[in-house]
């Protein structure tokens, strides 16, 4: 069983910084592309960051050049360290993972259980 749990969520005032944690959890035996979403209020959930095995990142347009993703692959872990953060960053975020878990011949999506994020301004 492969679990998703995120870390590191909470109260920030704008401008400030968090740092947040995702560590997949169970028998994995590879993990392709991780990822973070967020759903802010009001709004349907969106892509915010991409990291494949091979290190390659993508960002959504709004967080670029504020947001860095970052992985560890010894701990099966991916981060996300947001910087200048502002109110319109609020919102559930959520880890995602394409992994190949024990028994499976694919890779598929697994998600974690989502950590509020709340920038105040």
């Known amino acids: 069983q492969v679990q998703l749990v995120e870390s590191g969520g909470g109260l920030v005032q704008a401008g400030g910084s968090l740092r947040l944690a995702c560590a997949a959890s169970?028998?994995?035996?590879?993990?392709?592309?991780m990822g973070w979403y967020r759903q802010a209020p009001g709004k349907q959930r969106e892509l915010v960051a991409t990291?494949?095995?091979?290190?390659?990142?993508n960002y959504a347009d709004s967080v670029k050049d504020r947001f860095t993703i970052s992985r560890d692959n010894a701990k099966n872990t991916v981060y996300l360290q947001m910087y200048s953060l502002k109110a319109d960053d609020t919102g559930v975020y959520y880890c995602?993972?394409?992994?190949?878990?024990?028994?499976?011949?694919?890779?598929?999506?697994?998600w974690g259980q989502g950590t509020q994020v709340t920038v105040s301004s």
């Open positions: 995602n993972a394409a992994l190949t878990s024990s028994g499976s011949y694919y890779s598929r999506d697994y």
């Open positions: 169970g028998i994995i035996l590879s993990i392709n592309t």
């Open positions: 990291i494949t095995s091979a290190g390659r990142t």
